[in-house]
């Protein structure tokens, strides 16, 4: 209960001291004949204690609401990014799909709660995709038929927690989900490598056209604000060259997070949201191979997920990495540590 009220605090005082959300910058990079890869900045009022995860296959599940949970076990093993040890905010799964969680200020609408229908709560929507699905063609498509309703946390001042997802896939495929007036709106194609905040996706790809390099005649825009963030991920990843081998393609992606992310000393106090970059990460989604980079250390360290066990009834592990930063170094895989279930935070 501790960790929960922490974790709404946080939020209450990043996201609703200003009219947008805290941003951050997801970029999908498919290069021809290449790996895939997919990067994320990761930009908060402070730590959130983040940690690699991992959840072996056959984990029993249960909705993360007060009222009829939806029941589920998951079918695929997967490696996930926790917040606050109660959620999950990125991941990847051991058939390289990968989903990303970033806020959608003022226009995401989970709709109102009907407690006759089996709910999820929205700290958990990550880990359900990441649970049951292999491509993002299979999610979507059982997307169109999902009946269970997500649940967002209610905060102290009555607000609604206000999220989209991406889910990506090692064939390069792309998906960006929203939930508007309720419902689910779903954007499913390639080109869409590029996910930041505000406003609504369409929208957002509606303003790259007014761009060089996109159709129009607009210079590269330099604010910290989501749709400028959009505008250039989107004209840094069309220009990155090709690698020669994986590491190279990882380090260029995570160049582009880098040039996409808010330095310290930065932020508006006029717009508490306007947030420093806390850390980075890539995915490898051809190899597994998962990178992070905390800006407050000078290294970055990565874990092989295709070196890790996900077979059924052995015990979740961790690897508290943004705490223990700085004393790691490299590969890190082999340093999991087993321990108790994750459980994920409910509405009180």
Known sequence: MRKTLRLL???????????????CTRVLWAPEGGHVYVGRTNDWTGKVDSAFRLFPRGIERVGAVTQN????TSKYGSVALTAYDNATHQGVNEKGLSVHVLYLAEVCDFGKRDPKREGIGVLQWAQYYLDNYATVAEAVEAHKSIAFQIEPIVLPNGAPTMLHVSIEDKTGDSAVIEYIGGK????HDRRYTVMTNEPVYQKQIENLKQYRTFGGDKPLPGERKSMDRFVRAAVYVNALPKPSNPGEGAAYIMSVMRNTSVPFGLGDPEKPNISPTYFRTVVDLTDGKYYFESTLAPNVVWIDTSKLDFSKGLEEQELKVEKRIMELHGDVTDQFEKVKPLVFGVNH
């Open 69 to 72: 949970p939806h029941k589920w």
């Open 184 to 187: 689910a709106e779903i954007h």
């Open 9 to 23: 605090a946080v939020l209450c005082i990043g996201l609703f001291t200003a009219p947008s959300a805290i941003p």
